[in-house]
């Protein structure tokens, strides 16, 4: 069942959030099913390697509510300035009131601005078409369910190969 709309206000990660990213993190995604209860670390590995090319905090009047990150992805075809969404994590207790939502338009906004030319992610093939992801069979990552890999072109054509995430994805 879907909440009331909380309002929020969405800016860059600053020094000083790391800590509650971390436990924001970890939260969101202690209960899900296809977690592998490791994203907490993932976003601190990304941001110690130099890889969190996008992180972004949704606060509330009070706290932060939500963070979504973007890294860098490489493809066989050697095509550049492709990007990976996630983790993207809103506190338990207020998911599904637009938080995660805001998140992702924000995002895709962002690395688009930036001259990103395309962005991947494995989710939800339910949830992540609503803002364009698609499954495209020409790009591929390989140790997934095939229907869970989605991707989005920014900006020229869709390249075609197989997909690594930054080092910290392991």
């Known amino acids: 069942m879907k909440g009331p709309q909380i309002p929020i ?33 993932l976003v601190d590995q990304l941001r110690k ?24 992805v490489t493809i066989t075809d050697g095509a550049r300035d492709w990007y990976g969404l996630g983790p993207v994590s809103v506190w338990p207790e207020i998911q599904r009131r637009g938080i995660g939502g805001a998140l ?15 962005i991947v992610l494995l989710g939800s093939n339910e949830y992540y078409p609503r803002f364009g992801f698609m499954r495209e069979p020409q790009l591929t990552y390989p140790g997934a369910p095939a229907e869970y890999f989605q991707c989005l072109v920014l900006d ?15």
């Open 104 to 118: 992702i338009k924000r995002a895709i906004a962002d690395i688009r601005a930036s001259g990103a030319k395309g």
């Open 9 to 41: 206000t969405l800016r860059p990660e600053m020094p000083g959030d790391e800590e509650t990213i971390h436990r924001l993190t970890e939260a969101a995604f202690r209960d899900m099913p296809f977690s592998d209860g490791d994203e907490h670390h």
């Open 49 to 72: 390697a130099g890889d969190l090319t996008l992180s972004l905090i949704a606060e509330d009047a009070e706290r932060i509510v939500g963070h979504i990150a973007m890294s860098p």
């Open 156 to 170: 020229g054509e869709l390249p075609s190969g197989t997909v690594s995430f930054a080092p910290a994805f392991g």
